[in-house]
């Protein structure tokens, strides 16, 4: 206590400076090259499979997602899965008039959302929902895509939780769900989230099934705002 006294204040701040920026930064380095590891990790786990040119010949870039919406099939079955708040919905019911509109989402898994969304839907579509046009289908996409009859979409529209495994697992099965030359659209066709620090894995799933399943890039959005989408339709035989 009486050395302290002895020492001037400003010497004592410098040495206190000085050790926490030789200590801090040596922490901090150890955490960052631990971050940078487990990004190469995650990374290495994801295939990367390139297309070839059959799978983008017929591929057109659009300017955001209603432009997207115009092209596709009217008065169709179509699924959106990943709701959310119905936002998107809302603009699929608008341009694309389907005859039967399946809205699927986990709104009940408290990990991710609560109920008051699911309400809010049934409350923002309760006209469409009772005349039968508009279905909710809650539960988890790869459980409750199941549920629905081979070749039974003429499009649908995904946007989940955007991992490599999960949006594979979604592809493999709506490639029997949706009819011969339907489509399958979906949201977030990018590398990854910066903000949210989220390798996404959008586009090596997509390319992973044109590759080996023969499917085609028909459409892609670039509208950095909104995030962009991708469409994609079973190369079709000639």
Not at 205 to 230: G, Q, R
Request: charged share 25%.
């Amino acid at each position: 206590m009486i050395l302290s006294k002895l020492i001037p204040g400003s010497l004592r701040q410098s040495f206190q400076s000085w050790v926490k920026k030789k200590y801090h930064f040596k922490e901090y380095a150890q955490h960052y090259a631990e971050f940078l590891e487990k990004r190469k990790n995650d990374d290495s786990k994801i295939p990367k499979p390139d297309l070839a040119e059959k799978h983008i010949k017929n591929l057109k870039v659009l300017t955001d997602r209603s432009e997207l919406l115009k092209l596709l099939p009217k008065n169709a079955v179509c699924s959106e899965i990943g709701v959310n708040e119905g936002e998107f919905s809302q603009q699929i019911l608008n341009i694309t008039l389907p005859q039967k509109f399946h809205l699927v989402d986990a709104w009940g898994d408290p990990a991710r959302y609560h109920d008051g969304l699911k309400l809010m839907v049934h409350e923002k579509f309760a006209n469409e929902i009772n005349a039968g046009q508009v279905e909710v289908n809650v539960g988890f996409s790869t459980v409750k895509l199941k549920e629905f009859a081979d070749h039974y979409f003429d499009w649908v529209y995904l946007d989940t939780d955007h991992s490599y495994s999960v949006t594979a697992d979604e592809l493999r099965i709506l490639k029997d769900k949706v009819k011969p030359g339907g489509i399958i659209a979906g949201h977030d066709y990018i590398v990854g989230n910066w903000v949210g620090d989220c390798r996404y894995g959008v586009i090596e799933a997509v390319h992973e099934l044109c590759l080996y399943d023969n499917w085609e890039l028909l459409y892609i959005t670039i509208n950095k705002n909104e995030m962009p989408s991708f469409a994609i339709r079973k190369i079709q035989d000639n």
